[in-house]
């Protein structure tokens, strides 16, 4: 642990939460009742994020991503597995160049990039040779698809969400002069 890189951030309630890298840090209420190190909080969706742990450099430590195949009401799209078993669809972002990213800072509240730290692992259906990483400026590596990045969607990732919801699907985001689109398994956009 980097100590010069803790702090504090005052809560709406007058509390004060721990920070790390300017990041607050949060307990997951499962580990309490398991053994120590246990980190069963790892890929859960809930409040809106997609949670990970997080490293000495201060960086979300995701492990590899995971990219499969889900049935939608939309049809078949990328998705990636949660800690409880269920699913979230993939999104690209028409106004990201190949290979790069335009969504960041706030854009990732609504738009969190799929992480990973290592090669992503391909389920059935999907093209594994498609499957890259871009580095972000904030040092994370986000999952490529046919060099698009894909994404979750903040209002997919409500804690007990069933698999399967495509709410971000044809959204035009204003700001960014762009259309989002779930990821599709064949090279369409």
Known sequence: MNASELGTVQRPDGTYQVTYFGDPLYEFIRDASMPAGAVSGE??????????????PGL?????????????????VLATPTAFGTYRSLYALTFDPPDATTCTEPCTGIWPPLLT???SAAGPGVNRDALGILQRSDGTRQVTYFG??????????????????????????????????????????
């Open 117 to 119: 730290t290592r090669e």
């Open 148 to 189: 698009h990045p894909v994404y979750l969607f903040a209002f997919d990732l409500a804690a007990g969400a069933p698999s399967g919801l495509t709410n971000g699907e044809y959204l035009v985001d204003q700001f960014q002069h762009g259309v989002v689109v779930a990821a599709r398994p064949e090279r369409d956009r």
């Open 60 to 76: 979300p430590a995701p492990g590899a991503a995971r990219v499969i195949l889900e049935n939608t009401a939309q049809g078949p």
């Open 43 to 56: 890929n859960v969706t809930a409040f809106n994020a997609f949670w990970h742990l997080d490293t000495i």
